[in-house]
């Protein structure tokens, strides 16, 4: 089809006013466009121009499917393409974000900040990614647009992208696996990463650097010796020997339990709590190992200790929890009344009592 015949068609689409008779109209013309790769430059620009027209005059629908046949195209008619990355509607300009080559990093940038987080999204899931682009994603994007572009293995991340990746990750535990999981993440990073994650994401840490090296290598080493550590059967029968001769010429108390959770003592802080709250050893233990924290918040709350004993007790039993979650459990500590507490923990006895019955 000459360059003639093609306006030619395009004036009587658009003159016509026919929605259906545009639509058709692309589709001959974009099928045709495919048909080769050998169209020099100076027919491409023909091509690009019909392509403007038509675009100007179509609704998202129409827009949305030339763009997801045009996006794979390495020499596609470069306005048109930028015109359709810029769309405001993320279902038109989403393909061209996510896999057309010919958008520069100063587009995408364009595009992010012009946008919204469905147009972010988009450009997250690109082959590759500069850390000028990261940057922006990271700081602008919302949670799944941050953990899209964390687990993209072509995304390149600055020092500055990757300390808010890790700072977003104290609240978000699956954020914190695809940061810690990355094998280009700093050491450092890492182990911060590491101090927040809960016990299972550690696990998983560990499995995703089989072959690590260097710091990185040790950093592991220490997570997977901790973990062993923390599997290993609890000899609560030492613990109670300890307890008693601790108590011999005194009450237990709050100082006790600060001094075990301090000194990770976990088999000592269970036979305090156990005869402080005067319930069975093995419903202190499921308190305390409980991966949410409320029933050991409701044992130390019914003892009325401190939010600073509370902490320690539950980072120690627990593993150290994110920075969102442990103000949570403050926030809760502080509004659970005593007198509450105690009455919760009735239940415990008297379930416990049952049992041994």
């Known amino acids: 089809m000459r360059a003639g015949t093609l306006i030619q068609e395009l004036e009587s689409a658009i003159s016509s006013g026919s929605a259906d008779r545009r639509v058709e109209t692309l589709r001959r013309i974009t099928a045709l466009f495919l048909r080769s790769s050998d169209y020099t430059n100076d027919q491409i620009d023909v091509f690009d121009d019909v392509f403007i027209r038509l675009v100007n005059s179509l609704e998202s629908q129409a827009r949305a499917e030339l763009a997801g046949r045009l996006a794979p195209i390495a020499t596609g008619p470069a306005r048109t393409i930028r015109k359709l990355a810029f769309d405001q509607d993320a279902l038109v300009a989403g393909p061209i974000l996510t896999h ?76 914190a696996e695809h940061v810690g999981s990355r094998k280009d993440i700093p050491v450092q990073h890492l182990r911060t990463i590491i101090s927040n994650a809960t016990a299972e994401v550690q696990r998983k840490l560990v499995a995703a650097h089989p072959n690590a090296g260097g710091e990185i290598r040790k950093v592991l080493q220490d997570i997977v010796g901790k973990l062993d ?37 976990f088999e000592d802080m269970v036979v305090g709590l156990s005869k402080l709250c005067k319930i069975p050893l093995e419903a202190a233990e499921r308190a305390l190992l409980n991966s949410c924290p409320d029933e050991a ?7 009325n200790y401190s939010w600073a004993t509370a902490r320690g007790v539950i980072q120690i039993a627990g593993g150290q929890l994110p920075a969102g979650e442990l103000d949570a459990a403050a926030t809760a500590y502080a509004e659970l009344r005593a007198s509450t507490a105690q009455r919760m923990l009735r239940f415990v006895q008297v379930s416990g009592s049952q049992t041994k019955a």
Request: glycine share 8%.
């Open 297 to 303: 918040l409701m044992l130390l709350k019914s003892l």
């Open 229 to 265: 550590h923390q599997a290993k059967p609890r000899d609560y029968e030492a613990a109670k020997l300890r307890v008693q001769n601790l108590t011999r010429s005194r009450s237990l108390g709050e100082p006790d339990i600060q001094a075990f959770a301090r000194t990770g003592s």
């Open 100 to 175: 057309s080559s010919q958008l520069s990093d100063d587009d995408l940038i364009q595009a992010a900040r012009g946008g919204g987080q469905d147009h972010m999204l988009a450009i997250s899931q690109r082959r590759s990614l500069s850390e000028s682009i990261t940057d922006i994603l990271v700081e602008c994007g919302d949670q799944h647009v941050v953990r899209s572009v964390a687990r993209n293995d072509g995304a390149r991340f600055s020092e500055t992208g990757f300390g808010e990746l890790v700072k977003k990750s104290k609240v978000d535990s699956q954020l």
